[in-house]
């Protein structure tokens, strides 16, 4: 093109910019019940999608194809405990680079609705909130408890400047911010917490953009969950009429735009449940009927993606209930981000409302099924506790939680002595549930048996004064969602002994995942040991590709599985209902030896090997609650 053509159009693209610039705004409509995008009247359509279940080289790929779905905006929670792992160390790099993720959403000229909580619930670890928050034990969450507003005020004060240039007003792409999330379903009910965030917030972002609640549909809910100068929000699934939904929006906003914040696609799974599925039909009739309304929705999820690591959490209801790897949702895109039925099925209903972007929609990315990979380098967990807890152990009277030497998640040991012989079995059992979550029990460095939180609460043991007594225990998760999120880890009551209560611990917090990544495998002499905590290695080449593939474990029960060290999460096939773990093809080297770890807790199969499929088991066929019992 000609130069004095190319200056012209990029000084009128100078121009336009400025122009639009000049008027960009986002407001609510009083009068005419919706919002106002740059003075005219507008309705978003959008999906939740978390950047922190989904590896970032995949986070384009997976916002294209919301784009091509037809949504105009997403809706994105903001994880507290991801970037502020200890209390004042951030981390807003790599995989929590949230900026670099807004970015490309603003990219694909989709539309922001954030929820930076403090809370987020999200059905993961402590709904958002760090677990460190309760090294002061007496602490109130999500209360105006000095100690927890203080928390909340220094880590807003770092995250909200950085999400000021981003919003629509200030040429971003965020139009409206979510304050708390559902707090109305919280016992305290304390408007004075949610009139402190709402000055924290406008202090940081300013007067004008569009801050929100969102909560169920339940009066009290909506008494304790709203305030005045929030504009209060709804959430439910296709199970509810939605005429009479909106009418309880009504009921605290008489006038404004309606919005379903949580329009649900599917459903969460819970170790030991059933798996989650959501019909399509009875999903795009709802949808339909939202849009008839007139109403705003965002659909949770659109993606749901994976809870890697020890990232998921738990809800309490008649117990403590934690929640799979797998955050698949049955949502229109699934796990592995590729376009379902459903996601057709609701393209197919935006198109009748709005216009749906031309072109094709993204294929399914390809899956591979490696085979079975034999893990024959058998290491039993005591014999390189050194190796995972390179500090000193700390020497205690009775059990500290996890939550008091400041460890966040993952596994602690526990280590005693029996204080006198027991020639006929005795319990060895644990105060007031005080398991949490689970605790794999071995004497002299053999397996016992596992304690569980809610449901096996004793063992019977036998042993002799002065043999060495371990408890493993495992956090399964903070709870995520109920009356109480101050959920400490570890052991949390005395253990008992018949009736004498142990005494004289050594507590060894864990960092596994360090070893696992630059010290394996460790210099030891292996174990045959198949059952027990242990950890099983082993290798694998690709036939020259890295597509996405699904890690099955025959014959295995309970554990945790490291990738080329990286951590994909719990896997617990006796409990169900998931039977495989995602494995993003990223995650493989195509040029050498991908290395595999396992960590058994319980009984590993006599000969251990995993098996690579190209479809993912969610759904435990022989899957019975009463074999769980
Ligand atoms: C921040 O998080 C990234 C991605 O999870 C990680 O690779 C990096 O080591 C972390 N940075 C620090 C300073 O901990
Ligand atoms: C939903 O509720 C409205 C208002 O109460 C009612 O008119 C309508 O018939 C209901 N729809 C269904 C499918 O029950
Ligand atoms: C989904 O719901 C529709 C409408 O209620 C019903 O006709 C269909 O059989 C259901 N599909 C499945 C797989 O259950
Ligand atoms: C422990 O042993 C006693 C006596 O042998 C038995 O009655 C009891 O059921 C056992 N309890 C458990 C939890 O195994
Ligand atoms: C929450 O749980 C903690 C620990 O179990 C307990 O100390 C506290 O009293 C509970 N708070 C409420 C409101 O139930
Ligand atoms: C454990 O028992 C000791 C001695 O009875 C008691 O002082 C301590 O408070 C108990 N710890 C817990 C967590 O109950
Ligand atoms: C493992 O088994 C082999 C053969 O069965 C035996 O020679 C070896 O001593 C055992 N090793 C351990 C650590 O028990
Ligand atoms: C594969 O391994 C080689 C050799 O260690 C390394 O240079 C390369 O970066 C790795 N590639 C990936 C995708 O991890
Ligand atoms: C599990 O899901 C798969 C794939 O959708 C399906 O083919 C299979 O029948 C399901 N199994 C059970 C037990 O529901």
């Known amino acids: 093109m000609g130069l004095w053509l190319y200056i012209f159009i990029v000084v009128l693209g100078g121009l336009r910019f400025q122009g639009t610039a000049a008027v960009r705004s986002f407001s609510i409509d009083y009068k005419n019940n919706c919002f106002l995008k740059d003075g005219n009247k507008f309705r978003y359509i959008s999906g939740s999608i978390h950047y922190f279940r989904i590896p970032p080289i995949y986070w384009k790929d997976r916002l294209l194809k919301m784009y091509m779905s037809g949504l105009n905006a997403v809706q994105i929670y903001v994880p507290w405990n991801y970037h502020e792992p200890m209390p004042g160390i951030y981390n807003f790099s790599g995989d929590r680079n949230l900026e670099g993720f807004l970015g490309l959403v603003a990219q694909l000229g989709l539309l922001v609705i954030l929820r930076p909580g403090p809370y987020i619930c999200a059905e993961w670890d402590m709904g958002g909130l760090p677990s460190w928050l309760l090294a002061e034990p007496n602490i109130i969450l999500r209360t105006s408890d000095p100690g927890f507003l203080q928390a909340v005020n220094k880590w807003l004060s770092v995250l909200l400047p950085k999400i000021k240039p981003h919003l629509y007003q200030n040429g971003g792409n965020i139009i409206s911010i979510q304050v708390e999330n559902e707090y109305g379903s919280y016992y305290a009910c304390d408007y004075d917490y949610m009139r402190h965030l709402l000055a924290v917030f406008r202090l940081y972002l300013g007067k004008e953009i569009v801050l929100f609640t969102t909560d169920g549909l339940k009066e009290s809910e909506l008494l304790c969950g709203t305030l005045q100068d929030l504009y209060a929000t709804v959430d439910f699934g296709s199970e509810i009429n939605e005429t009479r939904a909106f009418e309880q929006q009504r009921l605290v906003e008489p006038r404004g735009p309606l919005v379903n914040s949580e329009y649900y696609t599917g459903w969460l799974d819970y170790w030991g449940e059933p798996h989650s599925m959501k019909n399509t039909t009875v999903v795009t009739n709802g949808l339909q009927k939202i849009l008839e309304l007139g109403a705003n929705v965002n659909m949770y999820m659109f993606q749901g993606g994976t809870n890697f690591g020890y990232w998921s959490g738990a809800d309490y209801k008649d117990k403590y209930y934690p929640i799979t790897t797998s955050y698949d949702y049955d949502a229109p895109l699934s796990e592995a981000g590729d376009p379902t039925e459903k996601l057709y099925a609701i393209r197919t209903i935006i198109g009748k409302f709005q216009l749906v972007p031309a072109g094709p929609m993204p294929p399914p990315t390809p899956k591979f099924s490696y085979g079975y990979v034999s893990l024959p380098l058998c290491v039993a967990f005591l014999d390189i506790l050194s190796l995972l807890s390179p500090g000193l152990p700390f020497h205690s009277s009775f059990p500290l939680t996890f939550e008091a030497l400041m460890q966040t998640h993952g596994f602690m040991l526990y280590r005693t002595v029996l204080p006198d012989d027991i020639l006929q079995p005795v319990l060895l059992s644990v105060l007031e549930n005080g398991i949490h979550d689970l605790a794999y029990v071995l004497l002299n460095g053999k397996y016992k048996g596992t304690l ?178």
């Not at 595999?596 to 090997?609: M, R, T």
């Open 452 to 629: 569980e939180r809610d449901r096996v609460n004793a063992i019977n043991i036998t042993g002799q004064l002065g043999d060495s007594l371990d408890l493993l225990v495992e956090s399964m998760g903070h709870i995520n969602f109920g009356a109480n999120n101050s959920d400490f880890k570890g052991l949390t009551h005395n253990l008992t002994l018949g009736s004498t209560i142990l005494s004289d611990w050594l507590i060894y917090p864990l960092d596994i995942d360090s070893a696992v990544a630059q010290q394996w495998p460790p210099y030891v002499p292996r174990s045959n040991s198949t059952t027990g905590p242990a950890f099983y290695t082993g290798a694998f080449k690709t036939p020259g590709i890295n597509y996405d593939t699904y890690v099955k474990f025959p014959g295995w029960s309970k554990g945790q599985i490291w990738i080329n060290g990286f951590n994909l999460g719990r896997f617990w096939p006796v409990r169900g209902p998931q039977q495989t773990l995602f494995v993003p093809g990223f995650l493989l080297n195509t040029s050498v030896l991908n290395t595999i770890v396992v960590l058994e807790l319980q009984n590993a199969p006599s000969s251990p090997k995993v098996l690579f499929l190209d479809r993912p088991v969610l759904n435990a066929s022989s899957f019975s609650l009463k074999d769980m019992k």
